[in-house]
């Protein structure tokens, strides 16, 4: 029965959005790929808001339920028939009466399975596409034969782009640079190759006067000017893809560099992604806790890895399965637990995928001792709070299923603000 009512819902809902966008003609930003889809989307955001009535995607709302509710500015309802029927309610008076309606849209598009982006280009058709990057083992692959399935069904979105859009790829993305060669339409190149039209040279993290890790720093170069980014409460290379691909979209509607370089300096981090937060006992928290994936963690370890600490600090890696991996699952997990031992001082496992993680960490020559490994995520933040100490640096990160944000809850220095910095704060999510 629910089921059956899932999909009249979102029959209604979709049949709304696309009453709505016929009648408004809002120009759409799409922004998909396989990494950092939510982090690019809120940087172009912050870019675009700066000239520009805008709407964004909440949190992230990339499915065929998600992208209508964007479309009617409508929250999930979850499991509520009266919020449910308050937003079709809401979808029928922007279609009956005329009302004030967002120029640009800006949608973070997914695919769970084959076919999902398909289905949605057969009516929305946006103004600018940008490609975030793919991986060798995309998230999500568990449901398509192989990546190259996951990366057409994303590339099914570049295919509806209109005649007069623009395509905005990462150039440091293979993948990305094939679907570029690919398309008829305009292209505007970012990365950190000279060869890219906007180029981020000379990134690092900077910290505050106790030496403590407060974001990172880089020049955009374009045209032969360059001009200083800053971002706070953030690291890592999805930070700085993220601010380019927004530069990048700035441009292509006359907002200058210098003007996206302020509007990107009062960026909201978003939430789970490599977000810095403080710890009890004066720790440091990069909560990655939003999801997980093979190019993801190893990213996020990597940037664990550059930064530099006080004497005696440790670098901790607390870090939960990786799910929807298929066949994968057991290799990448292992490959991960090769690089902690490149990187971390101190493993913490969260479930049985995780326990992989320990068989690379140890044949990576990291000290058995120094390796905990745990069933659920609140039990691994209650052990973490005896075993950290001042200046120590934790790196949490984990598939949404795992609930990593439940070992940052334990550990982190102000939890009563939990709902607003971490993320399935939600009680349709403290439930579960």
Not at 53 to 62: L, M
Not at 296 to 311: F, G, N, Q, V
Not at 383 to 409: F, H, P, V, Y
């Amino acid at each position: 029965m629910k089921s059956i009512l899932k999909n009249i819902i979102s029959k209604i809902i979709k049949y709304e959005a696309i009453l709505i966008i016929k009648k408004y003609k809002p120009k759409i930003i799409a922004v998909t790929g396989s990494v950092g889809k939510t982090s690019t989307k809120d940087a172009v955001f912050a870019v675009m808001s700066s000239e520009y009535f805008v709407r964004k995607s909440e949190k992230s709302y990339n499915s065929d339920i998600g992208i209508p509710l964007t479309i009617l500015g409508c929250p999930n309802a979850w499991f509520n028939p009266i919020l449910w029927l308050r937003n079709i309610i809401i979808g029928l008076e922007l279609i009956v009466f005329k009302s004030e309606y967002p120029e640009w849209l800006i949608l973070e598009v997914g695919a769970d399975r084959p076919g999902d982006i398909k289905e949605i280009t057969k009516w929305l058709r946006p103004q600018i596409v940008v490609l975030t990057s793919f991986a060798k083992v995309p998230v999500h692959i568990e449901f398509f034969k192989n990546r190259e399935q996951v990366i057409r069904e994303k590339q099914y979105l570049v295919d509806a782009l209109k005649h007069d859009g623009t395509l905005i790829v990462n150039g440091n993305d293979e993948d990305s640079m094939k679907i570029k060669e690919s398309s008829k339409n305009i292209s505007f190149v970012y990365g950190t190759d000279k060869l890219a039209d906007l180029i981020a040279t000379e990134a690092v993290n900077y910290y505050d006067q106790d030496k403590k890790i407060e974001g990172l720093t880089f020049k955009v170069e374009y045209e032969g000017n360059i001009v200083p980014i800053v971002i706070k409460g953030s690291l890592g290379a999805k930070s700085i893809y993220s601010s380019l691909a927004a530069i990048a979209v700035g441009l292509t509607q006359k907002i200058n560099i210098v003007k996206s370089a302020e509007a990107l300096l009062g960026l909201e981090v978003s939430k789970g992604r490599m977000r810095i937060i403080n710890g009890i006992k004066g720790t440091t928290i990069i909560d990655d806790s939003y999801n997980s994936s093979p190019v993801a963690l190893a990213s996020a370890l990597y940037s664990l890895k550059h930064i530099k600490t006080k004497r005696n600090a440790r670098k901790f890696a607390i870090l939960g399965d990786m799910m929807e991996l298929g066949k994968h699952s057991s290799d990448e997990h292992y490959k991960a637990g090769k690089i902690v031992a490149e990187v971390c001082d101190v493993l913490y496992t969260v479930g049985i995928r995780s326990r992989k993680i320990v068989g690379g960490a140890l044949d990576g020559l990291m000290d058995e001792k120094n390796i905990f490994q745990f069933d659920d995520s609140v039990t691994a933040g209650k052990a973490l709070q005896d075993m950290i100490k001042k200046n120590d640096i934790m790196l949490i990160k984990g598939s949404q299923s795992t609930r990593m944000e439940k070992t940052i809850l334990e550990v982190m220095l102000e939890p009563e603000r939990a709902e607003e910095l971490l993320v399935r704060q939600e009680e349709e999510w403290k439930i579960k």
